[in-house]
């Protein structure tokens, strides 16, 4: 099992930027995949971004172009830069890492609002 802690949400305008962390509490280099999913009110969660332990990556239409997710395997941290944001890409961001078993975990959650 790892614990996955999230940071770096808070509130900006549209048109801003954030810079999202999930640090492990072990090593990542045993992950198959790591990723965002996101949850805004009333809705259902959804997924964002996920890397592979290759570094092959993956981003949902609504945010291709202006998301990017990375990783730094010394910090067992991966992160996801968010670029012109927009309001609709309010809501609950939650961290997951995926390992051999398929079994996910999950992080708390980090909130991110954006403003018109």
């Known amino acids: 099992q790892v614990q996955l802690v999230e940071s770096g949400g808070g509130l900006v305008q549209a048109g801003g930027s954030l810079r999202l962390s999930c640090a492990a509490s072990?090593?990542?280099?045993?992950?198959?995949?790591m990723g965002w999913y996101r949850q805004a009110p009333g809705k259902q969660r959804e997924l964002v971004a996920t890397?592979?332990?290759?570094?092959?990556?993956y981003y949902a239409d609504s945010v291709k172009g202006r998301f990017t997710i990375s990783k730094d395997k010394p910090k067992d941290t991966v992160y996801l830069l968010m670029n012109s944001l927009k309001p609709e890409d309010t809501g609950v961001y939650y961290c997951f890492a995926e390992g051999s078993s398929s079994a996910r975990s999950w992080g708390q959650g980090t909130q991110v609002t954006v403003s018109s």
């Open positions: 072990r090593s990542i280099f045993s992950f198959f995949v």
């Open positions: 890397i592979t332990g290759g570094g092959s990556t």
